[in-house]
């Protein structure tokens, strides 16, 4: 097991996209930013020794990290080859990963069950309501969805919480910052305003805190 720090720097060291597809909205997590969040998962139990899902792994960061974490089972969900052979590297670089499973697939094909979704999905600013096909996936997969979105849409992942029987217990404001890889990206550098997310199905805490809902 690994602490904060370290998670961050053995995260930095993993290769990005080549080229960034525009279509896909290929951003990167950062490092430090995918050890805030997969640390808050790990200290919140919701980490060590649990199957884990990362719908749209992009070059793996989530996934990697997740595996570092001590997950129990990590499966990479991604659709794009290109990316997909930059995740086998950058797997291959740290012993623990081999608990992490590839599958090329669009993340709408993918159905098996997990404890946990840690995603940064596209923010469906190319794709109009991209992010919503990675929610409602996430949501009919695990209870626990750790994700990433643009702080411009917190209304819309909140709205869709309400609708879907989930809590938002913690949400936090952060920089994600963008590096020119995309051609129609005009500045070299610029940051985007992004809220981090653990959404909870209510309906399970409230099972758990109602000891007569355990009877037959
Ligand atoms: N999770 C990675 C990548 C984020 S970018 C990280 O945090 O760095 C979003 C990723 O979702 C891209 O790699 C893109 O190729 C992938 N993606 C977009 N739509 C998808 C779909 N329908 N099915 C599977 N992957 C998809």
């Not at 940064?120 to 626990?144: C, I, W, Y």
């Not at 909140?158 to 963008?178: I, K, N, S, Y």
């Not at 129609?184 to 809220?195: F, I, K, L």
């Amino acid at each position: 097991m690994i602490a904060k720090q370290s998670l961050a720097v053995a995260l930095s060291r993993l290769k990005h996209f080549d080229v960034a597809k525009v279509a896909l909205e290929q951003y990167p997590t950062e490092s430090e930013l995918a050890a805030e969040l997969l640390w808050h998962a790990f200290m919140a139990g919701d980490l060590e020794g649990k199957r884990v899902l990362d719908l749209g792994a992009g070059t793996g960061i989530l996934a990697i990290g997740a595996a570092l974490l001590g997950a129990a089972d990590v499966a990479a969900v991604e659709m794009d080859p290109a990316a997909i052979s930059i995740l086998r590297e950058n797997a291959d670089l740290y012993e623990g990963v081999e608990r992490l499973r590839i599958v090329e697939s669009d993340i709408r094909a993918y159905a098996e069950r997990a404890d946990l979704v840690v995603m940064n999905p596209p923010f469906g600013t190319k794709v109009r309501h991209a992010d919503r096909a990675f929610l409602e996936r996430a949501a009919s997969l695990a209870p626990v969805i750790y994700t990433i979105h643009k702080t411009t849409t917190d209304h819309f992942v909140r709205a869709f919480a309400e609708d879907h029987g989930l809590a938002v217990p913690w949400a936090e404001e952060r920089a994600l910052r963008l590096k020119r890889t995309m051609a129609h990206h005009e500045r070299e550098r610029r940051d985007v305003a992004v809220t981090l997310y653990r959404l909870e199905k209510a309906d399970c805490d409230e099972q758990a805190a109602q000891p007569h809902a355990k009877r037959p």
